[in-house]
């Protein structure tokens, strides 16, 4: 391989990529707050996952259609537009995401480009993944607290194999949470995700969230089986 594969794409030799690696393991390892190194590490080790991934999507037609189409999530489509997605109706996908980016100061431009996949449809599978995670929280119904982004993560996990989602899902859970919160995601996160999410009706990377914003969010819930998380007492309306 002597080219770049697509525009922000790094080209490194495998010394260099696991130079990257070892530094931002060690760097999320000692700060799991770091989306920089988590994310860094995310890519240089989802590369097999990632070839699962792809056959899985061009097998669902949902999954299929966004392969070929590659959207992505972000303001420069006017669906996706906070003030537009404000004017939809209260209780939709849309007015749900709204309320919960804009509750948050979130902008789904903030997500950053893959650099390091070293295949191009593989590469946009990387930025769908993290481009619809907060569409994630929305349907777990999940806040963007430590505890509440564990709880996406580990669901992350069991749907993609992605390793970062189990890296994250143990690594935050040992030094970010307090002995309680560690507490509640053993004893009802965890199995909670165990019995729920392996018989979710779809991948979550194969929902076309684009095209359903104007549908109730307890419609899709109800269509693919995904249904809120357990959340901690302490962080309800968070």
């Known amino acids: ?62 999954g299929a259609r966004i392969l070929a189409e590659k959207p992505r999530i972000s303001t420069a489509l006017p669906q996706l537009n906070l003030d537009e997605l404000k004017k939809v109706h209260v209780g939709t996908l849309g007015h749900a995401y709204y309320q919960f980016m804009a509750s948050h100061g979130y902008s789904s431009d903030d997500r950053p480009v893959v650099r390091f996949v070293d295949n191009a449809e593989h590469a946009y599978i990387w930025q769908r993944y993290r481009e619809v ?69 779809k991948n979550m990377l194969c929902i076309p969230y684009e095209s359903m914003l104007t549908m109730p969010l307890t419609q899709i819930r109800d269509m693919y089986n995904i249904h809120p998380a357990p959340v901690h007492p302490s962080e309800v309306g968070a």
């Open 1 to 62: 391989m002597s080219r770049l594969l697509y525009p922000s794409h790094k080209l490194l030799s495998t010394p260099q990529k696991a130079l990257v690696f070892a530094t931002s393991a060690v760097r999320a390892l000692c700060d799991p707050t770091r989306a920089d190194s988590v994310g860094v590490v995310g890519e240089v080790t989802a590369g097999p996952f990632l070839g699962q991934m792809h056959r899985y999507m061009l097998q669902d037609e949902d």
């Open 133 to 201: 995670h907060d569409f994630w929280h929305v349907l777990l119904g999940q806040p963007p607290t430590v505890l509440g982004e564990l709880t996406v993560k580990w669901t992350e996990w069991v749907q993609t194999k992605f390793p970062i989602g189990l890296f994250s899902g143990i690594g935050s859970a040992l030094v970010l949470l307090s002995p309680e919160k560690r507490r509640f995601l053993t004893s009802e996160v965890i199995p909670w995700v165990v019995e729920n999410v392996p018989v979710f009706q």
